[in-house]
């Protein structure tokens, strides 16, 4: 099976206000993980297989939980097909990307 997943991270922190510098961290980790991804304005969709995209799930919330987050609620959509489906491929008619992307 293939699996697109999109994340939407939403954390918590009891004494911080701006909850965007908690969500770069989390991105960072997204681009560390080696994993196919797109950042958008709302999600982040990462490409990969369903272990690797729940594993990841883990790791974000574990980041949360370890910044200081008492809550964080995440927003997951979830594509599984039998058909390889990409990103790019599914974004090729708005953006253009690099060959190394």
Same mark, same amino acid.
């Given at each position: =099976? @293939?699996?697109? =997943?999109?994340?939407?991270? #939403?954390?918590?922190?009891?004494?911080?206000?701006? $909850? $965007?510098?908690?969500?770069?961290?989390?991105?960072?980790?997204?681009?560390?993980?080696? #994993?196919?991804?797109?950042?958008?304005? =709302?999600?982040?969709? %990462?490409?990969?297989?369903?272990?690797?995209? =729940? !594993?990841?799930? /883990? /790791?974000? @919330?574990?980041? #949360? *939980? !370890?910044?200081?987050?008492?809550? %964080?609620?995440? @927003?997951?959509? #979830?594509?599984?097909? *039998? /058909?390889?489906?990409k990103i790019k491929e599914i974004l090729s008619d $708005?953006?253009?990307?690099?060959?190394?992307?």
């Amino acid at each position: =099976m @293939n699996y697109i =997943m999109a994340i939407q991270l #939403l954390p918590h922190h009891p004494e911080k206000s701006d $909850y $965007y510098e908690h969500v770069a961290g989390s991105i960072e980790i997204i681009e560390e993980s080696g #994993l196919t991804h797109f950042v958008g304005p =709302m999600e982040t969709t %990462v490409e990969g297989s369903i272990d690797e995209l =729940m !594993n990841l799930v /883990k /790791k974000l @919330n574990r980041h #949360l *939980e !370890n910044e200081g987050c008492d809550q %964080v609620t995440s @927003n997951i959509k #979830l594509i599984q097909s *039998e /058909k390889p489906i990409k990103i790019k491929e599914i974004l090729s008619d $708005y953006y253009e990307f690099d060959d190394d992307e």
